[in-house]
C-alpha cells in the first residue's frame, strides 16, 4: 500500500466512522439480543428433542468401542494414519501446535490489504486445503471401524474352498479381534507391535497343530485358552484355523 492509498484509505475509514453508530450501546445491544435468541433455541431443542442420553456405563463390558468427540475425529484419524511410535508426538502435539502458532501468526505475516478471497489466491488455497484435509480425516475419523476388528480381506484361497471355509475363517477372524490378541500382537495393520510376535504370517513358521498347542499351552504372559476349547469348542476351532491360514503371500 503506498501513500496515495493509505490517506485514500485513511479518508474513507473516517467518513465511515462519522456516518456509524457507536459500539455501546448500539452493537452491544444487537450481540446480547442474538445471544439470547441462541440461548432461547438450545433451551426449546433441550426441551422437545431432549437430551442425548445413552445406556448406563458397564465397567465390566468388553464390547465398548472407545471414541472421541467428534471435533477431535480429524486428530484421531491422524493417529491412525501415522502408526509407528516414534512419530506419536509429532501427531499429538507437533503438527496442532505448529498450526496454532501459524494461525495466532496470521496477522503479522500477512499483512496484504486485499480482503476479497480470488484477490489473494494463495491464502484462499491455504485454507481450502486445510478445510478439506480436517474435512476428510474428521469423516474418515468418524466411519472407521472398531479396535477389535481385523482389517483383513479373506484370501482367495479360502474363498475357492467354499462357503464353509470362507464362514469358518471369518468366524476365527472375529474371535482374534475379540479375545484380546490385538493388544499383544500384530495382525495385518491392526493390534500392537509386541510384546508378542506378530501373526500376519505366523502360519509360515508354525503349522495348525502347533498354533493349537499354543493357544492352550501358551509362554507367559499370554493367557490361555484352553477354556474357550472346552466351552466353544467352535469358536476355537474357528480360530485356530484363521491364524493357520495367515501367510505370506507369494
Partial sequence: MNRREKEEYLREYSILKAQGKPFFPYAVAKDGAMACIVLLVIILMSIVLGAELG???DPTTTTYTPRPEWYFFF??????VIKPPEFVALATIGIPTVCMILLFLLPF???????RPER????????ILIIGAMGYLTYEGAATGAPTEIDMATPAAVKSEGAAAIKEYEQGRQVA???????CHKIGENGNGGPGPNLTDIADRLPADGIQRTLIN????????KTLQENEP?????LVSFLGRLKSED
Wanted: charged letters at 25%.
Fill in 177 to 183: 479381534a475379540q479375545s484380546g490378541c490385538l493388544a
Fill in 109 to 115: 505475516y500477512d499483512r496484504s490489504p486485499e480482503r
Fill in 218 to 225: 501358551p509362554t507367559a504372559p499370554m493367557p490361555s485358552f
Fill in 234 to 238: 467352535e469358536k476355537f476351532k474357528a
Fill in 75 to 80: 486428530l484421531f484419524e491422524l493417529l491412525r
Fill in 55 to 57: 445406556p448406563k456405563a
Fill in 120 to 127: 489473494r489466491p494463495v491464502a484462499t488455497l491455504t485454507a
